[in-house]
């Protein structure tokens, strides 16, 4: 049984950090990739960052570049996702997901939601202005 779980989410003010953790279970996660996503009240579920399987190849939305970092420690089976000089506009519900699909990391299915099978519960995450 597959099993994701974010934690590491919170309130923060403007310009502050979060570190948020996913911890895989019940799947190897050096085969796949993985993503983080988000969704704001209201609004779609969007595409924030996905990391290839060795941790070397990574690709992130625009509004959150040079900001926020993707990483992976396949030993710990963790995927984390490193926040820093957030905004309000970042507040929103946090989802790690996990996908076995190969290709090019620049192909907008490796942006879709629909091409990942395996998500967590996700993690809320606020930013005060």
């Known amino acids: 049984q597959v099993q994701l779980v974010e934690s590491g989410g919170g309130l923060v003010q403007a310009g502050g950090s979060l570190r948020l953790s996913c911890a895989a279970s019940?799947?190897?996660?050096?085969?796949?990739?993985m993503g983080w996503f988000r969704q704001a009240p209201g609004k779609e579920r969007e595409f924030v960052a996905v990391i290839g399987r060795a941790g070397i190849i990574s690709r992130y939305t625009d509004s959150v570049k040079g900001r926020f970092t993707i990483s992976r420690d396949n030993a710990k089976n963790t995927v984390y996702l490193q926040m820093n000089s957030l905004k309000p506009e970042d507040t929103a519900v946090y989802y790690c997901?996990?996908?076995?699909?190969?290709?090019?990391?620049?192909?907008?299915?490796?942006?879709?939601?629909?091409?990942?099978?395996?998500w967590g519960q996700g993690t809320q995450v606020a930013v005060s202005s």
């Open positions: 019940g799947l190897p996660l050096f085969n796949y990739r």
């Open positions: 997901a996990a996908t076995s699909l190969r290709g090019g990391m620049d192909e907008p299915m490796m942006r879709a939601t629909n091409a990942y099978p395996h």
